[in-house]
């Protein structure tokens, strides 16, 4: 694996965290790692709402259009 040497600077508090760390290298790149899947999963879940909205929303419109039609020639006391 190749490696990035970089010069960071983090809160004290969070500096501090870190302090019984083996690895911190390890650690901070997993924590990045995680924290950009979990970014990712949410903006998914928030793409995924959006289009079942849509989806919902075109059912609605087209069950509009064919309602009248589905009901052509059924009396209510029929069934």
């Given at each position: 694996?190749?490696?990035?040497?970089?010069?960071?600077?983090?809160?004290?508090?969070?500096?501090?965290l870190?302090?019984?760390?083996?690895?911190?290298?390890?650690?901070?790149?997993?924590?990045?790692?995680?924290?950009?899947?979990?970014?990712?999963?949410?903006?998914?879940?928030?793409?995924?709402?959006?289009?079942?909205?849509?989806?919902?929303?075109?059912?609605?419109?087209?069950?509009?259009?064919?309602?009248?039609?589905l009901?052509?020639?059924?009396?209510?006391?029929?069934?």
């Amino acid at each position: 694996m190749s490696t990035a040497r970089l010069n960071i600077t983090l809160p004290k508090d969070v500096a501090e965290l870190l302090s019984g760390v083996k690895n911190k290298s390890s650690y901070i790149a997993e924590a990045i790692k995680e924290k950009k899947q979990l970014e990712e999963k949410t903006r998914m879940q928030k793409k995924l709402e959006l289009a079942y909205k849509e989806s919902a929303a075109e059912d609605f419109d087209t069950y509009g259009e064919w309602e009248d039609t589905l009901k052509d020639g059924l009396e209510d006391d029929a069934w």
